[in-house]
């Protein structure tokens, strides 16, 4: 006899972290509540039939740990009752379902039956996060490139990164902000880390072959570890008994989409557009007629994904004008929008702390003084194309191109159960991509906004392998096994690599030993592009090994494991300065090389330029790096159920990560600042040098941070059967990036030779385009040149000793269960992040020496003249300005002491969320984040100066609401009513709506951050206040985004600011985005079917304006916003 009972059962989740597959957990109890010892528990896999049992203890606790997400029926037998079973059983990724079992009196023959809904409270933990499940992954539009990461945006806490991700898987993203530094958290798929050594995001699977996404903010549990607190779990999909296949193609068409705010500013039309994206997955089971068939035992899935996607490319400059080209600046208005004027670095007078100089006349280079080089490099340049008077960094050129991307992706996993006690899985995942941009002005490697971003040519492989192996060695001991290998290489060329840098007459010195033939990089500043050519490559590979088990013992569900990686960086980075780089600024051209207010009026980096005056620059090839370090933790968690309506949650997790080694021992290990140098200075003891890895006794690697335990805790209380209250706490360790840029700090290894473009402070000339390297190059020396590493010049080194930033994170939070399936939840969550990484340079001069003004500038003679190599800057002449001498380490230009643990930051938030699941064709997810984020920095370790202040992550608003409606638009009657119905009746409405306010701005100038006199914050819509009038007399903004006369300068480089990094009442406009998608399937067969999507991003067409300029020096851009996202983009799908 059968009975079936249909109704919404009270189940209770909970999140296992690190682990990507859920756990379904309870209690066996009879009609009167005791427990029923040995009862046989069966979980079936509804898809794949694949069984799992397990059996009741002495308590009646039975536990079923590592189940892929899925639908699952729970079997109970025991003699003496009858069977029950518990159908519509969801299990979701890292989820632990919590099901009691109440079986009834009778013959095990007799059976009962229960449909349950899918659990809403979570009764068992105190993390918090969301599960995005495939249904929604599917048909939210979160972004047109369909990546799988953007579903992190569906999750209160989580504060954006590098922006929306387009189809590649590159960049990085912070959870709950708490000061972490973007690229702190954690993306796992199928249980494999899929974050690179160096914090950026890896490989991410098709969104078509991904089953399940979880957004963790908060998590207390021992096995989750190797990030601040928050991560990325993603689960790929398996076969199933029955096979499956689909076949998709989305394309985009020019006329459907808006031009962009931008363009139209600038009269740029709208760009072509070219992206298509096809693709298919497979699945089922493994079947060879003849030969093998795998139903209920081997199964398959398979993905596969092409897309070609030119994207709009955008840039705005400032390019020099047809007079400036011929040293003509006479129409030119200087920076403050006032007449400008050049003046004549050879006809500089010194006295004592002043400096004069005589103008050009007309502000006019004489033909005769103009260098070929700089006319040359000038050349190359466009003429302008906006109708704007030519002023000093003011954009006057704007263009529109494309970038055109192509990337294949290729998935493929075998899941096969050996046996009832033992089952694997093997996954293998290949995303390969080639992004190639037209040139906007070719050999441009940077432009003033964006930088270097989608500029060249850049290709990227990823691959990343998972194996997993679970053993039942009990009914109430089971283990996993899981090894995985991510790598991730890139290369990368951008420029005119390739081009002959003879066409500017560069000296053969350049030409005969640069690493790559390619022109040299020249930076003038003042919003021009720089030009030049650059090219790297390099391979992030990550490989790991995972040990999990489960015990369950009493009322106690017992956890332990280990987490070991092994990172490793092969890196081939000659850098810039491979060809040659060149930087320029007005100190030679303008009135006062001592006085940088005088910028203002006069001098050009252009014209210093067209002189051939850089001012500063270096010749040399990076050598190539081969880095590597351990990472080992182990963990214990117990998840202890003392009554019915409360759990604990207690563990302790500890994490060793060891300080990067390199294979050849190129690094230095440690700066010794007592270490004497080896040479004699008349009248100094000069102390301080690196020591080097791997030499003279030295081990290879600084000593590791081996107190890194973290304690948590976690609570859940059940206060009624549709409330519960949890809370928790716990301590995360963050990782060291493994930055290739802390070797670029110490040139024995690179042979880079520094271009000296003056010795007195920008007085007068010292070296030129014609002649740069008159002493010759420098040589690599490797560490035998000991203490003498990089005297005379700048060095850097990382901290010692070593240590781990880390940060506690606490919650309280609220649940309740609604009618109608609603989940509402509120939480307040904090976070205290100590130990964060920071860099000073232990060269800056005391504060005591600012009040002698211009006097620190005073020349005397050189003591290191002809004892420092006369390659170096500070052996390169015979006088020098005073103020060298009175640094802590006088034989160094600048001492950069990378990664010491001083910052600090504290995180507190409001967050809050309501969670629909799906009942009368609508589903909803609603998330509210309201938060601060404080940054407590200092800037100097010789002059402490601590700034408490608001961070440049903190974002107080941050709103999203996602749904999924199934339209009730149906037609009944006739044969013509059918036939609308077949057209117009089924389809299915989704949206995503994200509101989130402005980040802080921060005000600078050429002395540093200004004085505010008031409040700059302005009232008004943000399309009244883009900067976009001027008065047509004094060229004045008259309608900035900020009050630009609320801030005063400094008045002079000698004065310290009292202004904070971060404004808060100054913020940049905040974003407002809607994306909408309609679609529909259509039966053609019994198992065969076509879907129709249209969907679109940015449907209001709404400009999400970006920051406006805050740079005071540069009135053209102050408080004028010149770009904006957020146009509106289409496309349809089959």
Request: glycine share 12%; hydrophobic share 40%.
């Given at each position: 006899m059968k009975r079936y009972i249909s109704l919404t059962l009270l189940l209770c989740t909970c999140v296992l972290a690190q682990e990507f597959r859920g756990t379904i957990r309870g209690r066996v109890i009879d009609p009167s509540g005791a427990a029923v010892p040995g009862a046989t528990v069966e979980v079936i896999n509804v898809d794949t039939n694949v069984r799992i049992t397990a059996q009741s203890n002495e308590l009646g606790n039975y536990q079923v740990p590592f189940l892929l997400p899925g639908n699952y029926t729970v079997r109970v037998q025991h003699p003496g009752f009858k069977t029950l079973e518990r159908h519509g059983i969801r299990v979701s990724v890292n989820e632990l379902v919590t099901l009691d079992l109440t079986l009834e009196l009778g013959e095990t023959t007799e059976s009962i039956t229960i449909t349950a809904s899918a659990p809403l409270l979570n009764t068992a933990n105190a993390d918090l996060g969301q599960v995005v499940e495939r249904s929604m992954v599917e048909t939210v539009v979160v972004s047109l490139s369909r990546n799988v990461m953007n579903i992190r945006n569906l999750a209160p806490g989580v504060t954006g990164g590098t922006g929306t991700y387009t189809s590649d898987a590159q960049g990085n993203f912070s959870i709950a902000g708490g000061g972490s530094t973007r690229g702190d958290n954690e993306v796992v798929v199928d249980g494999i880390p899929s974050t690179t050594v160096s914090g950026i995001v890896g490989f991410v699977p098709a969104l078509d072959a991904v089953e399940e996404v979880r957004v963790h903010t908060t998590m207390f549990d021992a096995a989750y570890g190797h990030s601040n607190g928050g991560a990325v779990t993603i689960t790929t999909r398996g076969g199933t008994n029955e096979l499956h296949g689909a076949l998709y193609l989305y394309k985009r068409w020019k006329a459907l989409n808006a031009n962009s705010w931008t363009n139209n500013r600038l009269g740029l039309p709208k760009p072509p557009v070219n992206y298509h994206q096809w693709g298919y997955v497979v699945s089922g089971p493994v079947y060879l007629p003849r030969v093998y068939n795998g139903r209920n035992r081997t199964f398959f899935s398979t993905a596969l994904e092409r897309d070609h996607d030119a994207r709009q490319l955008t840039r705005q400059a400032r390019v020099p004008t047809e007079l400036e080209r011929k040293g003509d600046f006479s129409q030119t208005l200087n920076r403050l929008g006032g007449p400008f004027s050049l003046y004549d670095p050879l006809t500089t007078v010194v006295v004592g702390t002043k400096a004069t100089r005589q103008p050009f006349p007309g502000a006019v280079i004489p033909s005769s003084r103009i260098s070929p080089i700089g006319a040359a490099v000038i050349s190359k340049y466009p003429l302008p194309n906006q109708p704007v008077r030519p002023q000093i960094a003011a954009y006057n050129w704007a263009l529109s191109k494309v970038y055109a991307v192509d990337q294949h992706h290729y998935s493929a996993r075998i899941d096969h159960v050996l046996s009832d006690r033992q089952r694997m899985f093997v996954r293998v995942g290949v995303l390969d991509r080639i992004q190639a941009a037209e040139d906007l002005i070719f050999g441009a490697t940077s432009f003033p906004v964006e930088g270097s971003t989608d500029l060249g040519r850049l290709t990227r492989r990823r691959l990343n392998i998972a194996v997993d192996d679970t053993l039942v060695l009990s009914p109430t001991l089971v283990g996993s096994f899981r090894v995985g290998v991510m790598s991730y290489a890139t290369r990368s060329t951008s420029g005119a690599y390739g081009a002959d840098p003879r066409e500017f007459q560069m000296p053969d010195i350049v030409v005969r030993n640069q690493a790559f033939k390619g022109w040299p990089n020249f930076a003038p500043g003042e919003n021009l592009p720089n030009l030049g050519s650059s090219f790297s490559a390099s391979r992030d590979m990550v490989g790991s090994l995972v040990s999990t088990w489960t015990k369950l013992a009493g009322g106690h569900a017992i956890k332990w494991g280990i987490d070991y990686r092994l990172g490793r960086i092969n890196s081939i980075s000659p850098g810039s300065n491979a060809v040659g780089t060149f930087n320029f600024t007005p100190v030679f051209t303008q009135a006062n090389p001592f006085d940088s207010k005088s910028a203002d009026t006069s001098g050009s980096g252009m014209a210093s330029l067209l002189l051939g005056l850089p001012a500063s620059g270096n010749f040399g090839y990076n050598t190539a790096t081969s880095i590597q370090n351990h990472y080992l933790a182990w963990f214990v968690q117990d998840d202890w159920k003392l009554t019915r309506k409360l759990t604990l949650n207690l563990g302790v997790?500890?994490?060793?990560?060891?300080?990067?080694?390199?294979r050849f021992n190129r690094m230095g290990l440690r700066f010794d600042e007592s270490a004497r140098l080896p040479v004699e200075v008349p009248g100094m003891e000069l102390r301080g040098g690196i020591r080097f890895a791997g030499v003279e006794g030295n081990p290879r690697r600084q000593p590791a941070d081996k107190n890194n335990f973290g304690p948590r805790f976690g609570l859940a209380w059940t206060v009624t059967p549709k409330t519960v209250i949890r809370g928790g706490y716990g301590v995360f360790y963050s990782i060291v990036s493994m930055a290739t840029t802390f070797f670029g700090?110490?040139?024995?290894?690179?042979?880079?030779?520094?271009?000296?473009?003056?010795v007195d402070n920008g007085a007068t000339p010292y070296r030129t385009l014609a002649d740069p390297f008159p002493d010759g190059l420098r040589q690599p020396l490797g560490a035998a040149v000991g203490l003498m590493a990089q005297v005379g010049d700048s060095i850097g080194f990382l901290s010692e000793p070593r240590v781990n930033p880390y940060n506690g994170q606490w919650q309280f939070s609220i649940q309740r269960e609604l009618p109608?399936?609603?989940?509402?939840?509120?939480?307040?969550?904090?976070?205290?992040?100590?130990?964060?990484?920071e860099s000073f340079n232990l060269n800056e001069k005391p504060d005591k020496y600012l009040a002698l003004g211009a006097e620190e500038n005073k020349r005397i003679p050189n003591p290191f003249y002809g004892i420092f190599p006369p390659t170096s800057t500070l052996g390169a002449s015979s006088t020098i300005t005073q103020n060298r001498l009175w640094v802590r380490f006088p034989q160094f230009t600048t001492v950069t002491l990378n990664a010491a643990p001083t910052g600090r930051a504290l995180y507190h938030s409001m967050q809050a969320k309501v969670d629909k699941r799906l009942t009368h064709g609508l589903s909803v997810l609603w998330t509210y984040t309201f938060s601060r984020l404080m940054d407590n920095n200092t800037t100097s370790v010789v002059n402490p100066r601590f700034y408490r202040a608001v961070s440049q992550y903190d974002q107080k608003h941050v709103m999203r609401l996602a749904f999924v409606y199934q339209l009730p638009v149906q037609f009944s009657g006739g044969f013509s009513r059918k036939v609308l119905n077949h057209l117009a009746g089924?389809?299915?409405?989704?949206?995503?709506?994200?509101?989130?306010?402005?980040?802080?701005?921060?005000?600078?100038?050429?002395?540093?951050?200004?004085?505010?006199?008031?409040?700059p914050r302005l009232s008004g819509a943000v399309h009244q206040r883009l900067g976009d009038k001027r008065d047509p007399v004094t060229g004045k903004v008259l309608n900035p985004y900020f009050d630009i006369d609320a801030f005063q300068p400094l008045p002079n480089q000698y004065t310290v600011t009292p202004e904070p990094p971060m404004l808060d009442e100054l913020r940049a406009p905040g974003t407002r985005s809607l994306n909408m998608a309609v679609f529909k399937s259509f039966p053609i067969r019994e198992r065969l079917k076509l879907e129709v999507r249209f969907e679109g991003t940015g449907i209001t067409n709404t400009p999400n304006f970006d920051p406006p300029g805050t740079n005071m020096s540069q009135a053209a851009t102050f408080g004028v916003i010149t770009s904006a996202g957020g146009s509106r983009s289409m496309q349809a799908s089959a």
């Open positions: 997790r500890y994490e060793l990560e060891t300080p990067f080694t390199e700090g110490l040139g024995v290894w690179n042979a880079v030779t520094p271009f000296v473009g003056t109608s399936r609603v989940l509402f939840e509120v939480a307040y969550m904090g976070m205290h992040s100590l130990k964060q990484p089924g389809w299915t409405l989704s949206g995503l709506a994200q509101f989130a306010t402005g980040t802080p701005l921060s005000v600078t100038h050429t002395y540093g951050r200004p004085i505010r006199i008031r409040n």
